[in-house]
């Protein structure tokens, strides 16, 4: 794995650090924008969506270390992994939030929008999380190597 301008052995933490802060710079457009679009969405809202992308990037940082599916024992290289989990944590908030996500697309794209689905936000996850998973393994490497000789720290 060509780690670039680092040039570091790959790290776990370097991982989740990259992960955490492209995730919080995410939740940071949200929640500076969501107001422009959506002047009534509550702060409690705007919060959620802060924290939510922060936690987001994190875990997609964290499963770098995956390469292998466990049972299937079928590889999965960064650019599967990091979208399908982007897609899977945005489709579980989705399913949570679904009401608020509503109201929320409803608002910017209209009743009979052809974006006021909010399972985009499905598709929104799986974007993140390349983007997020891209600049994880890029800088922070992947696999097994990311956890090795933590221990001695």
Request: net charge neutral; glycine share 14%.
């Amino acid at each position: 794995m060509d780690l670039g301008a680092i040039g570091e052995k790959p790290s776990m933490m370097t991982r989740i650090a990259i992960g955490k802060g492209v995730g919080l710079i995410f939740g940071l457009l949200g929640f500076v924008f969501i107001p422009m679009f959506v002047p009534d969405a509550s702060t409690m809202f705007r919060w959620a969506i802060l924290l939510w992308y922060t936690t987001f990037g994190a875990i997609i940082g964290v499963f770098g270390v995956f390469t292998y599916h466990p049972v299937l024992q079928l590889p999965m290289p960064w650019w599967f992994r990091a979208p399908i989990i982007g897609a899977w944590l945005n489709f579980v908030l989705t399913l949570f939030i679904y009401d608020t996500l509503q109201a929320f697309m409803t608002s910017i794209f209209g009743e009979n929008g052809m974006l006021a689905s909010p399972f985009w936000f499905v598709f929104e996850g799986a974007l993140g999380g390349l983007v997020i998973g891209y600049l994880c393994t890029r800088f922070g490497g992947e696999g097994a190597a990311t956890v090795k000789d933590q221990a001695t720290l």
